[in-house]
């Protein structure tokens, strides 16, 4: 299972820090997790991600340099760091996993390249 948290309501221009909880029977290696977001109307949009193998970490040009992906591998628990955040930024966050496909690179922001998803944590930024 995974969990999100760390969402909430923060100004434009200010800070959040996303984690991604992995429990259970899912506590275990898996080759990318990656965060995505949907804002309402809006279709399931990859932002970041991360390749345990390669260690080749992924992003979203709207997001380049304002977010940071990473992990902390014995807690089993992923974060998305997001500074200078925008109105445009207001999403439901998710978390997801590959365990199983073993994708690519260059599909990271493909939501089918990824088998577990958490129930997703709500980002609003106010200008």
Same mark, same amino acid.
């Given at each position: 299972q995974l969990v999100e948290s760390g =969402? =909430?309501?923060v100004q434009s221009g200010g800070s959040l820090r996303l984690s991604c909880g992995i429990v259970g029977a899912l506590s275990r290696d898996y080759h990318r997790i990656a965060w995505f $977001? %949907?804002? #309402?109307g809006q279709e399931r949009e990859g932002v970041s991600s991360l390749g345990t193998s390669s260690g080749r970490t992924m992003y979203a040009?709207?997001?380049?340099? $304002?977010?940071?992906?990473? $992990? &902390?591998?014995?807690? @089993?628990t992923a974060y998305l760091q997001m500074n200078n955040l925008t109105p445009e &930024?207001?999403?439901i966050y998710y978390c997801a996993a590959d365990y199983f496909i073993a994708g690519s690179d260059t599909r990271w922001y493909? #939501?089918?390249?990824?088998? @577990?998803? =958490? %129930? =997703?944590?709500q980002v609003t930024v106010s200008s």
């Open positions: =969402g =909430g309501l $977001r %949907q804002a #309402p040009e709207s997001v380049k340099g $304002r977010f940071t992906i990473s $992990r &902390d591998r014995a807690k @089993y &930024d207001t999403a493909d #939501p089918n390249s990824y088998d @577990y998803w =958490g %129930q =997703g944590t």
